[in-house]
């Protein structure tokens, strides 16, 4: 059989958020657009926190729809911030469920939907900052989600990526009910190769792990960092654009990866490596250096190149094949 093969761009936490964040956004975004064009990809797709009021800068929105490459949405815990999901669901084309998966090139994308939180019982989507008071009773993926998944891949004729604006990786600040995803994994993998990579925003940071055989990519954000300490330490120009600016670290270049898939188990991860714009450091304020689950802070997306190799009777192993560019891999 010849080998399948799917390309795309992915990229999370651009923050187009005038005012608020200095980020460039649209020459961010421009740039994106522009390898994606190069490198021929088959697809975009945005991991969450792509523009924080959707409704008032659609022209935005539609830069990335119409660029003549298509570009798939997700929502994250803050494109619902000033404005009401389903306006920001119709804006982004998400379907009203906001979850969703499409297929390419043999390859099944599964596009999830974490932004909830849970208050006696029941799951309440985030909407203009309602969730703001509720830190320890978020996220999580709905009953109904979880249901979807599991029929979505145990269903799938095609290996399967997964999509999320947070984590199902992290134990502690991730996904309140990574466990229930974590079992549809496992579950999955009776089938070698079912699941192939898991994929998230969220966190700005640059890390891949490895959970029952699975590549789970935390993806770091195109712009920044946020840092509980702030700092006056850039141009007093960039504060008085942007209010927020003292509590970041700020990229230099729009963070994000190429990403191949090959039905023999190769994956491409085609980073970029950047610097901290103006030389900012979270070190040089006091900020800790690591994010709260010990991960570094860097402006980098590293470029990883790994190979999935089912075997043994019953169970799948994988080894990581070629070279591995990431000190952030770590076997679970």
């Known amino acids: 059989m010849s080998i399948q093969r799917v390309k795309?761009?992915?990229?999370?936490?651009?923050?187009?958020?005038?005012?608020?964040f200095y980020s460039s956004p649209e020459k961010r975004l421009d740039r994106i657009l522009e390898r994606a064009g190069e490198e021929k990809v088959d697809f975009m797709i945005h991991l969450g926190d792509f523009c924080h009021t959707p409704e008032k800068y659609v022209d935005f929105v539609?830069?990335?729809?119409r660029s003549g490459i298509p570009a798939y949405h997700m929502l994250g815990n803050h494109e619902c911030d000033e404005c009401p999901v389903e306006a920001v669901k119709r804006i982004y084309n998400i379907p009203p469920c906001g979850y969703y998966?499409?297929?390419c090139n043999n390859f099944r994308m599964i596009v999830l939907d974490p932004n909830y939180y849970c208050l006696d019982g029941r799951y309440i989507h985030y909407e203009l900052k309602n969730y703001y008071s509720y830190g320890g009773r978020l996220p999580y993926l709905p009953p109904e989600q979880i249901a979807y998944l599991r029929e979505t891949v145990l269903g799938s004729p095609y290996p399967c990526i997964l999509f999320s604006h947070q984590s199902f990786e992290r134990a502690v600040h991730g996904v309140k009910n990574r466990g229930e995803v974590l079992k549809i994994v496992r579950e999955s993998q009776r089938t070698p190769g079912r699941v192939v990579l898991c994929i998230n925003g969220h966190h700005h940071v640059d890390y891949l792990r490895f959970v029952d055989g699975v590549p789970f990519l935390d993806l770091n954000s195109t712009t920044h960092f946020w840092c509980a300490e702030s700092h006056r330490l850039f141009p007093e120009a960039v504060y008085r654009e942007a209010r927020l600016a003292g509590n970041t670290v700020i990229y230099d270049e729009p963070v994000h990866a190429v990403i191949t898939l090959q039905s023999d188990g190769l994956i491409e991860i085609a980073g970029m490596s950047g610097s901290m714009?103006?030389?900012?450091?979270?070190?040089?304020?006091?900020?800790?250096?690591?994010?709260?689950?010990?991960?570094?802070?860097?402006?980098?997306?590293?470029?990883?190149?790994?190979?999935?190799?089912?075997?043994?009777?019953?169970?799948?192993?994988?080894?990581?094949?070629?070279?591995?560019?990431s000190s952030a891999l770590s076997p679970a």
């Open 277 to 325: 714009m103006f030389g900012v450091t979270p070190e040089m304020f006091g900020a800790p250096r690591v994010d709260p689950d010990g991960r570094e802070i860097t402006a980098d997306c590293s470029s990883v190149r790994l190979r999935l190799e089912p075997f043994a009777a019953n169970r799948r192993k994988v080894r990581a094949a070629a070279a591995v560019s």
């Open 62 to 65: 539609h830069r990335y729809d």
């Open 8 to 20: 795309f761009t992915a990229f999370a936490d651009l923050h187009h958020h005038p005012g608020v």
């Open 101 to 103: 998966h499409f297929d």
